[in-house]
């Protein structure tokens, strides 16, 4: 079955209410191919989800760029999923590299965040990916076979899970990974699921590539038979970027 190219933009933490509406009525404005051909969410900061949410035009989606691991509660500061499911918010990015690094997210605390917010209905992009040091000590395929390993030890199932490649030296760094190390990595993912999880899931699961992907390096690596779309955090607040990669892949 062909896997449906899945672009996503991470806006992170970046934005003021301006700017973040410019970014809405210029998306809105743009022709970009079919969504029968490529699917699009945009992942403003939590305050800015319900205005994008309604603004933001029916034929690309929203994701929220972290949620709780469990059911809401006494937990200051968090978001559950739950209320993005009372939100109308379909998606989230979870395990991405700065929360990983910056708030010590472990594999398994990804693993069990992915699981719960599976289980209340949402879609999960799961965000996955080595550092500098542990792709130069040549560890990379271990890294990120642990790390998908610890959500694969949860989750039953894959439909509504993308899985995001994003090396960590490649994230904001201007630093892409060259086509071939992507698809050396997306390839031997699909491998590792395919003995691991099950055939069905490796030929339809859906595994995006992040990490300094912009309008001018994107058709080599969205040309990778692995390679099924792309996390953009940079270039995903030039909408004139994000747009040429939608159009480019
Ligand atoms: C990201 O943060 O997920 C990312 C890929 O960032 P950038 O495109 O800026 O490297």
Same mark, same amino acid.
């Given at each position: 079955m062909a896997r449906k190219f899945f672009i996503g933009g991470n806006w992170k933490c970046n934005g003021t209410l301006e700017e973040v509406k410019k970014i809405v009525s210029m998306l809105n404005e743009a022709e970009i191919p079919s969504e029968n051909v490529v699917e699009v969410f945009v992942s403003p900061p939590f305050v800015f989800l319900p205005l994008v949410e309604s603004l933001l035009r029916p034929d690309f989606q929203v994701a929220a760029q972290n949620c709780w691991?469990?059911?809401?509660? &006494?937990?200051?500061?968090e978001i559950s999923a739950e209320m993005l499911v009372n939100l109308g918010i379909p998606c989230v990015i979870l395990g991405h590299s700065e929360r990983r690094s910056l708030l010590n997210e472990s594999d398994e605390f990804v693993g069990d965040k992915v699981a719960y917010a599976l289980s209340v209905g949402l879609k999960v992009i799961a965000c996955i990916g080595e550092t500098l040091q542990q792709r130069e000590s040549g560890s990379t395929m271990a890294v990120v076979a642990a790390q998908t390993k610890a959500i694969a030890e949860k989750?039953?199932?894959? &439909?509504?899970v993308v899985l995001a490649y994003e090396p960590v030296w490649a994230i904001g760094t201007g630093k892409v990974a060259t086509p071939g190390q992507a698809q050396e990595v997306h390839l031997e993912l699909r491998k590792w699921l395919h003995d691991s999880v099950g055939a069905e899931v490796a030929a339809t699961t859906r595994i995006i590539y992040g990490g300094s992907v912009n309008g001018a390096n994107c058709r080599e690596l969205a040309?990778?038979?692995?390679?099924?779309g792309f996390l953009v955090g940079?270039?995903?607040?030039k909408v004139a970027c994000l747009l040429s990669l939608m159009k480019r892949h």
């Open positions: 691991v469990r059911k809401g509660g &006494a937990f200051t500061g989750v039953s199932n894959w &439909a509504n040309a990778q038979p692995d390679i099924d940079g270039a995903s607040l």
